[in-house]
RNA sequence: GGCCCCGUCGUCUAGCCUGGUCUAGGACACCACCCUUUCACGGUGGGGACAUGGGUUCGAAUCCCAUCGGGGUCACCA
């Protein structure tokens, strides 16, 4: 590693899945780390034992190489198909783990002690807390006392002792009585007056190292030049300015990305799923009086006083949430990248959008436009933290959807039949063996016929499925819409059923079963009986074969379903509305 | 409340640093029309913003100040 090549990095705390949010923090550390042919690393903060989880960490990292951002730097990963990620990291003592590196923080901890610039404290969790609370009552703010036997630059032998003997404890920084500049790369100065720092903790009861202090030592062992991180940081930075003059460490350079919200400006987090899930149960309940807790919990397959509880607020249950959404067929809002990812986005729009999200090339396209659509490859060619924004944004999925929807437009029928397919063989796993069944040739040609008449009415994977409804049921296995019925069939007499009657045997012995010949058979028809087009018998004849008249157009319709099952459909039809 | 950050269409933003070319451009959403066998796709057009008030200047979205508004942060979480 050359001196003067950039190391930015991404952190996260391994307590739960990738937040929407964190991805584009890591977007955007990759892409700057590219730009600037540096390295990209990725560091698990795992120093708060009682959150963190392996399955977490593992589950984090599945979904960042899903989205394309892969590190040069961090724990190896390895995926199905032979994949690996960070097999060339560097070799770093301690490893990417921050809890595996406690020895090292120890021995930091220890040079700071013994140099006069922190001290063991004894009060306990409870005391402190007592003190806040009477200061804030007081409307004053909390800072922690020094105690009268710190003196800045001393060692404290006393302390040390106790500590040693074994005496419950925290470490404690000695802060600095000056003013701390942040030269900030997307803020520009930002500076805080002497006295503002407090005599924070290093080293937890526990013995881990307190996120400060970790961070601080990380960054310098690691290499770390830039550190990119969203503006609630902002508030931590002087700290760790303080800390690393402390201790005699370079002060990275810092650049602190605007925040991400939701449409109501509140912070996106994983509760507003528990939300949404609770709005829809009590709504369900308010509109059938039938419901009750017991029974919507029996139609969740969940267990009920915990439902009860859920829907009182008492708890946001992220499994009780997903099967209410599930049983009451709404889609929770999605906050985390398994969201995304489960309802059928595609990474490359969910990156694109993200890249926007705070950023923007500031390019002008030819015809005038502003660029907005780009890949990886060109984020990472022409990123910049000059263009990164200040100002906070609002998450939009409408337009996120919108991406996503010109990212499955921009795929070829084939393309898009084997992402389809791959995502419904993992989340849709019933729908997947209906449409595909074995995956023969035969079968697959007709899929991707499908897929190719359902494209350009998706917007989601998932949402895919809605037009390929009438593929999904059986011959009998669908209502005729009432309203559509009367519109398309008995409207002018029965007209529409008398032509749909006349039109079977036209059908029937339609050799040719393809788009072509069957769109120029109903043309024909059409022609035959004076209609003025194509209409008088197309919607009746989608009423018959999907129950609404709604359908792609007839001549795939008609293939996918396949000869017998249209002249089946047509017979039922004319059997149940004549 | 203290400290800190921010303020252009409903939303994401271009323009701001280097005042005039801005009767403020684009995207998503919305509305209308066209295309069309339906639903979509696509095409054309439309409504829609410089938070407010003071300065500076011949001239301010652009520079300065104040006010108002929004946000972050004040843990032995990260």
Redesign the pocket.
């Known amino acids: 590693m050359s001196s003067t090549e950039v190391v930015t990095r991404f ?3 391994p307590t739960g899945h990738l937040h929407i949010g964190g991805a584009r923090s890591a977007l955007f550390c990759w892409a700057y780390a590219k730009r600037m042919g540096g390295r990209f690393m990725l560091r698990i ?1 795992d ?2 034992a009682a ?1 963190s989880s392996d399955e977490s960490a593992r589950g984090i990292m599945e979904d960042l190489a899903w989205l394309g951002i892969e590190w040069d730097d961090g724990p190896r990963l390895d995926l199905p198909g032979g994949r690996v990620i960070g097999a060339h990291a560097r070799d770093i003592e301690g490893g990417y783990f921050q809890a595996r590196r406690v020895n090292i923080y120890n021995r930091e901890i220890e040079r700071l002690v013994q140099s006069g610039h922190a001290y063991p404290a004894f ?3 409870e005391e ?1 807390d007592a003190q ?1 609370k009477a200061a804030t009552a007081a ?1 004053q ?2 800072r ?1 006392p020094r105690p009268a036997d710190i003196t800045p630059g001393v060692f404290n032998a006393d302390r040390w002792d106790r500590a040693q003997r074994g005496e419950a404890h ?1 470490v404690r920084f000695v802060a600095p009585h000056e003013e701390i500049l942040v030269a900030d790369r997307v ?2 100065d ?4 002497p006295g ?1 720092l407090d005599d ?2 290093l080293r ?3 013995g ?1 190292p ?3 202090f970790a961070v601080v030592c990380d960054d310098e062992l690691m290499g770390v030049t830039h550190v990119l991180r969203a ?6 930075t002087p700290r760790h300015v303080a800390l690393q003059r402390a201790l005699g460490f370079r002060t990275p350079e810092y650049g602190h990305m ?2 991400i919200f939701n ?1 109501d ?1 509140s ?1 996106m987090s994983k509760r507003d799923k528990a939300k949404a899930a609770r709005a829809a149960l009590k709504s369900a309940l308010q509109k059938d009086p039938s419901l009750s807790p017991v029974t919507l919990a029996a139609g969740m397959g969940a267990d009920s006083s915990q439902v009860a509880a859920f829907i009182a607020g008492e708890n946001d249950s992220l499994d009780i949430a997903a099967r209410a959404g599930a049983y009451l067929g709404i889609t929770l809002p999605e906050i985390e990248v398994a969201d995304f990812r489960a309802n059928g986005y595609v990474p490359s729009a969910i990156t694109n959008y993200l890249a ?3 950023w ?1 090339p ?1 390019v002008k396209t030819p015809d ?3 660029l ?1 659509k780009f890949d990886m490859p060109y984020l990472a060619a022409h990123f910049s933290l000059e ?1 990164i ?6 998450f ?1 999925r ?2 996120l959807a ?1 991406f996503n929807q ?1 990212a499955l ?1 921009a795929m070829s029928d084939a393309e898009f039949a084997q992402g389809w397919l791959a995502w419904m063989r993992t989340y849709r796993p019933q729908e997947a063996a209906r449409l595909a069944g074995d995956g023969s040739p035969a079968r697959m040609e007709r899929f991707t016929l499908l897929a190719g008449a359902v494209k ?2 998706a917007k989601t994977y998932a949402d895919a499925l809605r ?1 390929a409804g009438f593929a999904l049921c059986d011959d009998d296995g669908y209502t005729f819409d009432p309203a559509a019925v009367k519109k398309n069939l008995h409207a002018d007499d029965g007209k529409g059923l008398s032509l749909l009657r006349a039109l079977r045997p036209a059908l029937a012995t339609l050799e040719d079963w393809s788009p072509g010949p069957i ?1 120029a058979a109903i043309e024909a028809f059409a022609g035959a009986h004076a209609l003025p ?3 008088g018998i ?2 009746p004849l ?1 009423v018959a074969l999907a129950g609404v ?7 795939e319709t008609l293939t996918i379903l396949g000869k017998d099952s249209t002249l089946a459909r047509i017979d039922r039809c004319l059997a149940s509305a004549g």
């Not at 924004?389 to 609002?394: F, I, R």
């Not at 008249?549 to 001549?555: N, R």
């Open positions: 952190a996260p705390s903060e120093t708060d959150r009060e306990g969790s402190l806040r409307k703010t909390y922690y925290v803020l520009g930002v500076r805080i007056a503002e924070f903790v937890k009861a526990d881990f307190t996120y400060h503006q609630e940081h902002l508030a931590n605007p925040l449409l400006k912070k926007l999200l705070g923007n500031g005038g436009k502003d907005e263009r924004g200040k100002t906070n944004s609002v939009d409408v337009k919108s010109d437009a350009a009415r037009p769109h087009n194509i209409g197309a919607q989608r008249a709604v359908s792609p157009p007839l001549g």
